[in-house]
């Protein structure tokens, strides 16, 4: 089944403790990218990708880092974490007919 | 940037009924995209127009484009109750329809009532 993961689905952290959201895809898409969604402000573009070791910035890409070693995986790497960073985090990737599959989305809370 | 703003913001109607949504945005873009999200979850791709296209048919959807008004309509037919959910559209203006960024509009929340 063709499919964006993302985990974890939900957590709950503290400021400044390093995390990662690992984001993978099954369709051998070459783009990818990561948004978050905030009550009011829609989903945003945070960081993308165009292909392996290819990343460029979104429009809000302060406080997050990305990496793209292989083409399945997209991890989202906040390094050090403040609670404006609590937000719903959903990670896409492209299909050759440029409509985005979204993964199930991740929860993040930092206290 | 860009940005589809959408109208209404929260509609509510009785299944059975059509509900209609509109989006509006900035600038020329290469395709205008329609999402669905239900609460909470990821966001589910229902339909692409592109630019050159003025309508377009899906199930018991259809979508309208109007580039001339920088504007777009996504119905729903005969309602059902399980059509409860946010509906978003999305703006791919990249250059040279390299694809990928989208701009969102703030949705629309679409309540149907049994």
């Known amino acids: 089944e063709a499919q964006v993961t993302q985990n974890p689905r939900y957590l709950i952290t503290v400021t400044g403790k390093k995390l990662t959201v690992t984001c993978s895809q099954n369709m051998n898409h070459e783009y990818m990218s990561w948004y978050r969604q905030d009550p009011g402000l829609g989903l945003r573009q945070i960081y993308y990708s165009m292909n392996v070791e290819v990343t460029d910035k979104g429009d809000v890409p302060e406080g997050y880092k990305v990496s793209r070693k292989e083409k399945r995986n997209f991890p989202l790497i906040l390094e050090s974490p403040s609670p404006n960073q609590t937000s719903l985090y959903f990670c896409?990737?492209?299909?050759?007919?440029?409509?985005?599959?979204f993964g199930p989305g991740t929860r993040l809370t930092v206290t | 940037s860009q940005q589809g703003e959408e109208d209404p913001q929260a509609l509510s109607i009785q299944e059975g009924e059509n509900a209609t949504m509109n989006c509006s945005y900035k600038?020329?873009?290469?395709?205008l995209q329609w999402y669905r999200q239900n609460s909470g979850r990821g966001l589910v791709h229902l339909i692409l127009i592109r630019s050159n296209e003025r309508e377009k048919h899906s199930g018991r959807l259809r979508v309208t484009l109007d580039t001339s008004k920088k504007s777009s309509s996504l119905l729903i037919t005969a309602s059902r109750a399980a059509d409860t959910a946010s509906y978003f559209c999305a703006t791919d203006a990249t250059r040279y329809n390299q694809g990928g960024k989208l701009i969102f509009g703030q949705g629309t929340e679409l309540s149907v009532k049994p």
């Open positions: 896409a990737s492209l299909s050759g007919g440029n409509e985005q599959y």
């Open positions: 600038t020329s873009i290469n395709n």
